[in-house]
């Protein structure tokens, strides 16, 4: 009895000591994620993601690794200019907590605070569309932070041409990882028409 006493008083104090930390938090002291919260706080969404606001986050969190392979001119083009850099960032958030055992393998559609929606799905681990997630529900108390190996682009799938028309007619909106000069040009064009 007395066991169960110490373990259940230890489970209670890792528990809430895990959710007394925000999203943002759980970004900032993961190592792997520098770069990306690097990035949040040079576009200034550190500071949305802190607010007392009244519903949580689902952040898709690209790893170092997604950043140091990321090719040269997507790092010239976009992540370094704060109006692309912003908006590309923009994608991988979402309102809302969906951790990997609200996701079924139905696929869903959720939308990011750029206002895209974002197709989720889980088959043995959680999907968005294209990519898997490497490491999934990372806990904070306004929210649960994803990590992805890849910097994400979501796109009406019209304008991807790995899709075949038959695909797009199911799936009008594609995300993948952000490679190609022809991806990095529809992104920076879709991001000057919208704003």
Known sequence: MRKFLVFLCLTVFFTNKSY?????DVVSE???LSIFYSYLQKTGLDRVLNKKLPWNWTIFAPNNKAFNNAPDILENEVLNDDFF???IFMDHIMTGHKTSLDVSEQITTQITVSNKPLQIYKSKKLHVK??????ENLIGNNGVV??????MFVQPS??????SDAIGKNFPITSCCMQSENEISAFKNAANQRY
Not at 20 to 24: G, H, M, Q, T
Not at 130 to 135: A, G, L, N, S, W
Not at 146 to 151: E, F, G, K, N
């Open 20 to 24: 007394s930390k925000s999203v943002l």
């Open 30 to 32: 993961n190592k792997d």
């Open 85 to 87: 850099s912003k908006n």
């Open 130 to 135: 294209d990519m898997v997630v490497v490491k």
């Open 146 to 151: 994803h990590i992805i190996d890849c910097i």
């Open 158 to 163: 019209k304008d991807d041409d790995r899709v």
